[in-house]
């Protein structure tokens, strides 16, 4: 009914770049809040950064002042660009979002994952 395709992960350098996005199709009449998280193995999945439909962000304090979350919402697609990367920041990284569909339901709905790999 929604879908989500990440795309933009990879292998990077320490102190190098990446921009993440997030698009959401199908069935939707609005979306609320979008996000992402990321998960190592071995470990829960943690919040990076989310975005309000309101445009109100929350960053984890791990990334602050390296991250930027942004979204579009003519295209129903979330941003996170990535600066500064450590090898820390290595993890599959997963998006979230929240719709109300054209149907009048409220869903939650995860991406399928994108690695991240900063290593020199």
């Known amino acids: 009914q929604v879908q989500l395709v990440e795309s933009g992960g990879g292998l990077v350098q320490p102190g190098g770049s990446l921009r993440l996005s997030c698009a959401a199709s199908g069935s939707i009449f609005t979306t609320n809040a979008m996000g992402w998280y990321r998960q190592v193995p071995g470990k829960e999945r943690e919040l990076v950064a989310v975005i309000t439909g309101g445009g109100r962000t929350k960053y984890a304090d791990s990334v602050k002042g390296r991250f930027t979350i942004s979204r579009d919402n003519a295209k129903n697609t979330v941003y996170l660009q990535m600066n500064g990367l450590k090898p820390e920041d290595t993890a599959a990284y997963y998006c979230?979002?929240?719709?109300?569909?054209?149907?009048?339901?409220?869903?939650?709905?995860w991406g399928q994952g994108t690695l991240v790999t900063v290593s020199s």
């Open positions: 979230n979002v929240r719709v109300v569909t054209t149907q009048a339901r409220s869903l939650e709905v």
